[in-house]
């Protein structure tokens, strides 16, 4: 009697990612920053703005930061961020792997606080970063979920295999609340003087901060975008969803990021402009 075959082990997903930052076509310099990072429960590895790579035993962090106050505030804030993480996410590691409730929500919150309380201090103890401050939108992407955390109005981005386009993060403003609350359409919300006052940040004086934590769980054909304000300034909704899933012929052989990005600043360009962009293809 033949043994029976072994039951195959269906393959552990793999990422693809694309990350890219302008200055745009008006700022002297570039404030924003991103981060493309993996880890397990040993160490953090820097990844370059491309690649494709698999989540047997690695989970990965992409984020966005747009610094204020001083020219140097998004490097410094991407900077703390980068030392955050290495502290805190492979001892997170460490206890999932070890079938432990890893709480990755306190982990997160923990992490925006640390970035907070130094940004705070730098502001304090130094002249020129007085009032210092920066947003960060992340995203920890582990084999069947997407954990984030976001202050700010940076943007995390959510596009399904089966279409559309959702806005996972809330905007830090009184014009985004208005705008999740249906008081604003979205040509209004683009519109509003005040569209760039925000309620909540990193550092810049701000006493106490409440990350905006969740999860979104992904599947193979799923994409997300993490992005800086300056790139909503040049593209509407329907654009980025028309340049992620279905690029003109003259952008099709760029990465995705390069896509958003020099579309947005051909369109707009007046503010520093970044994207990230993690696909999960299809088997």
């Known amino acids: 009697m033949d043994s029976p075959e072994p039951a195959s082990v269906p393959a552990p997903p793999s990422l693809r990612w694309s990350g890219l930052t302008d200055r745009g076509k008006v700022r002297p310099n570039n404030e924003d920053a991103f981060l493309a990072l993996s880890f397990d429960g040993h160490e953090v590895r820097y990844l370059g703005k491309t690649g494709t790579a698999s ?6 962090v992409f984020a966005v930061s747009d610094g204020m106050g001083g020219a140097k505030s998004g490097e410094f804030a991407s900077r703390i961020a980068v030392d955050r993480i290495t502290k805190l996410l492979p001892r997170a590691f460490r206890l999932s792997a070890a079938g432990m409730d890893s709480g990755f929500s306190e982990i997160l919150v923990e992490l925006f606080s640390a970035i907070h309380s130094d940004l705070l201090q730098l502001g304090f103890s130094y002249e020129e970063c007085a009032g210092m401050g920066a947003t960060l939108s992340l995203g920890w992407f582990t084999p069947d979920w997407m954990y984030f955390a976001h202050l700010g109005d940076s943007r995390i981005y959510y596009l399904p295999r089966a279409g559309g386009l959702a806005q996972v993060s809330h905007d830090h403003s009184h014009v985004g609340w208005l ?105």
């Open 179 to 283: 705008r999740r609350h249906g008081k604003l359409n979205e040509r209004e919300a683009r519109t509003h003087p005040r569209r760039n006052a925000l309620n909540q940040a990193l550092g810049a004086g701000h006493q106490f901060i409440e990350p905006h934590v969740g999860a979104v769980e992904h599947r193979p054909g799923d994409r997300f975008l993490i992005c800086s304000d300056g790139l909503i300034e040049g593209l509407w909704d329907r654009q980025l969803e028309e340049l992620v899933r279905t690029p003109p012929l003259e952008r099709a052989n760029q990465n995705v990021a390069q896509r958003l990005v020099e579309e947005s600043v051909h369109n707009s360009g007046r503010d520093n402009t970044t994207a990230v962009v993690v696909e999960f293809p299809l088997p």
């Open 55 to 60: 989540l047997a035993g690695t989970d990965f």
